[in-house]
């Protein structure tokens, strides 16, 4: 760790934390042992976006390498998957319009935590070796989240609207949007290590999910990019992980998202195992010839490897006939950690949900209490404040914030003045957190 640097972890707490990961089992999800895990991995995560932000040495991703551990984030991605679509469900039937959901939101945002952890993990090559198989795992999970990215961002219900369900289906949206854009990062860094991870994984992304058609789909749509719902005719680009508004010579400018877009389908098309493995029909063909419209000379300016892949798309529109390589022959490893999941809850769905509803929608509030102490160090203000980049603003003027309210320490203010003048719409808030942190202590 360096010196003089904020650190949610140091490396011995860091490598601790990471012979603790162990995968959820769905139904544990929710209880206090598994929330613990929770904690565990959320301060993982914050460290290693530490990390690689300040591009510091990346510990937390050189402990899960070492440690196996890579397989273990893509085993709880895919178990939260199947708790959304199986369980959940199931447990709006038994309780319609719960009031206390907030272990249903910490159960779906730790999905999109093994998700951010993943991706920056995989971002070096020797950690997507050490997937191993779980790489045709970890494939198959981001397909049906890409396909869904791509049809774009969906805005929420009418916010006058007070059923706790919709909010919670508006959470999950959003949530599982969210994702989506991650899995386009880790689609990327699996694309780039195609040559050291199964060969399943090639046959999977070019036959099976035929990636390349939807990289296609995905520039088309662009999802990364809509219309400011408050603000007619402004645009609004995701430019990490925030919607920024943009206008001018912004719009024409590459975000992270887009870039990684392009490249990953000039490696797929570029490849010698395209060749190999991808045969060029008359319906390929004009589906992939539909990008050339996009490749602008602004475009080819900001990413020049796009130059070849032009070319390349040029050639296939003039030349004629499909190619009809013999495709090699693949013994596929099958995708295993879902399958598991899902023989193992066959049938037995209603029974979690009932279950699991005990848990999620807790009466008792010793029980709350303990839970939320165990997850107060995971969701530290301070953490998250470093975490993000943008400036802090005084709730009433909106003006850069220097003082902090003294009794929940949440709330930020320029000064006494405005403290004083939101004081009767924050102190009801403000009392609550009070209250509930005597509580704990």
């Given amino acids: 760790m360096e010196q003089g640097s904020f650190d949610v972890l140091n490396a011995g707490e860091i490598e601790q934390l990471v012979m603790c990961l162990k995968p959820s089992k769905i139904d544990e999800l929710g209880t206090e042992s598994w929330l613990q895990s929770h904690g565990y991995m959320l301060k993982l995560t914050q460290q290693a976006s530490l990390e690689a932000s300040e591009h510091r040495e990346e510990v937390v991703k050189e402990f899960i390498a070492t440690h196996d551990k890579v397989s273990v984030l893509v085993h709880d991605a895919i178990c939260i998957s199947v708790w959304r679509e199986n369980v959940l469900p199931e447990i709006f039937r038994i309780e319609e319009n719960p009031k206390d959901t907030i272990l249903v939101f910490i159960v779906l945002y ?100 035929d990636v390349p058609l939807l990289l296609v789909h995905l520039l088309e749509n662009r999802p990364w990019e809509r219309e400011n719902p408050k603000t007619r005719g402004q645009k609004l680009k995701l430019i990490d992980g925030k919607w920024v508004e943009v206008s001018g010579e912004d719009l024409m400018k590459l975000t992270q998202v887009e870039g990684q877009v392009w490249l990953a389908l000039r490696q797929l098309l570029l490849r010698d195992s395209c060749a190999r493995n991808y045969e060029f029909s008359e319906f390929r063909r004009s589906q992939l010839q539909k990008v050339l419209k996009y490749m602008t000379d602004p475009l080819l300016d900001q990413l020049s490897p796009l130059i070849d892949l032009k070319q390349f798309l040029c050639h296939l529109q003039i030349s004629s006939g499909s190619s009809t390589s013999r495709k090699p022959l693949i013994l596929e490893v099958i995708p295993e950690i879902r399958r598991r999941i899902l023989d193992w809850g066959g049938g037995k769905w209603q029974k979690i949900a009932c279950r699991q509803a005990k848990i999620l929608f807790l009466k008792d509030k010793d029980t709350f209490l303990r839970m939320a102490q165990s997850l107060k160090s995971a969701y530290n203000i301070e953490t998250f404040e470093h975490l993000i980049s943008e400036e802090v603003r005084c709730a009433g003027c909106g003006d850069p914030a220097v003082k902090r309210c003294s009794r929940c320490k949440i709330e930020r203010y320029c000064g006494r003045e405005c403290q004083v003048k939101c004081w009767e719409s924050h102190k009801r808030v403000c009392n609550t957190v009070t209250e509930t942190g005597q509580a704990q202590q």
């Fill in 110 to 209: 730790h999905e999109a935590t093994a998700v951010s952890l993943l991706q920056s993990v995989l971002f070096h090559s020797d950690s997507c070796e050490a997937l191993g198989d779980a790489a045709v795992d970890l494939l198959d999970y981001c397909m049906p989240l890409l396909f869904q990215v791509a049809t774009g961002f969906k805005s929420p219900n009418d916010p006058s609207c007070t059923s706790t369900r919709d909010a919670i289906k508006d959470q999950e949206a959003l949530i599982s949007f969210n994702i989506g854009i991650s899995c386009i990062s880790i689609l990327q860094y699996l694309i780039e290590s195609m040559e050291s991870l199964p060969l399943a994984v090639t046959s999977r992304m070019y036959t099976h999910h």
